[in-house]
């Protein structure tokens, strides 16, 4: 029997950024559980649901799904109270799989298994970078080579430019992503987080003096966190160190504004050993997020 209660949420923006905040004290919850992100599915056709969950009137959790076509996903938009035991959790999961017309698939934000849970992707893992330390201690956290070629880059001379309009980086991203086969949110998504989030958008591209542009990254924030979205880099870019600069000053300018936490993405990618090296280069830690799992309605009884 499940000892916690369901409420389906219908309450305001504010208060369910609030409620995140509870449970989450650093405000470090993915962009999947942003109010935004379910505005935005809503927007786009796709059904919404919301609930809190309370055991003895408290939240111990959180979770928005969307859904289409009777599939829905609680894609990371599950956020739990800290020190909640995984099986627990597991419960939750269940319980909501009752409460959606239709398949419910989750990837939670650790790893679960447990009955009624059935894997269908291998679980991956996120670079999460800690933007807490002073930015002297957030330089000297960085790996050495990593270290060096951010100081190649800053003699090169390169000049980083914050643009309102990230149309640039996304068109070079999409030519990219087809060039080597893979497919991220489309640039439509974008605009529409600009629009639910004023401000919450980072574009920042390098320029070689007075040429064109050889890199280009953007960042969206949610809560005190940022996740990285699209980036590109020329040729010209990699051998003067670009993406580091870039990098290196998206953490300055975010944690400025007060961002805590930079999720640079996927380490698992066929981008292979280099891409996770550069990542995990800037001192971020690799957290394992959970399989992504069909959970069956039947076994959860």
Not at 230 to 255: I, K, M, V
Request: hydrophobic share 45%; aromatic share 6%.
């Amino acid at each position: 029997m499940e000892d916690f209660d369901f409420e389906t949420w219908h309450g305001a923006e504010p208060a369910w950024g609030r409620l995140l905040g509870g449970l989450a004290p650093a405000q470090d919850w993915s962009m999947q559980a942003d109010f935004a992100w379910g505005r935005i599915a809503e927007g786009a056709g796709r059904g919404l649901r919301r609930f809190v969950l309370r055991r003895d009137g408290a939240p111990i959790a959180a979770a928005q799904i969307v859904g289409r076509w009777g599939l829905w996903l609680a894609s990371r938009g599950v956020v739990v109270a800290p020190g909640l035991p995984a099986e627990t959790e597991v419960a939750l999961l269940r319980g909501l799989a009752r409460r959606v017309p239709g398949v419910l698939v989750a990837t939670p934000d650790r790893p679960l298994a447990g009955r009624g849970l059935l894997p269908l992707v291998t679980a991956r893992h996120h670079a999460l970078w800690s933007l807490a330390p002073e930015p002297g201690a957030l330089r000297a956290g960085l790996e050495q080579k990593w270290r060096n070629r951010l100081a190649q880059a800053e003699r090169a001379g390169l000049v980083i430019e914050r643009r309102e309009d990230p149309g640039v980086v996304l068109a070079r991203e999409a030519a990219q992503q087809k060039a080597r086969g893979y497919r991220a949110l489309p640039p439509d998504f974008v605009r529409a987080w600009e629009i639910a989030r004023p401000g919450a958008l980072l574009c920042l591209t390098a320029r070689a003096g007075q040429g064109g542009i050889v890199a280009g990254v953007v960042f969206l924030r949610h809560g005190a966190a940022a996740s990285y979205h699209a980036g590109w880099t020329s040729e010209e870019g990699r051998r003067l160190g670009a993406h580091n600069l870039l990098l290196w000053q998206t953490a300055l300018r975010l944690r400025q504004a007060g961002a805590r936490v930079l999720d640079l993405g996927d380490i698992d990618s066929q981008a292979g050993a280099g891409r996770m090296r550069f990542k995990l280069g800037t001192g971020a830690v690799a957290r394992s997020l959970g399989a992504t799992t069909l959970v069956l309605p039947q076994l959860t009884r």
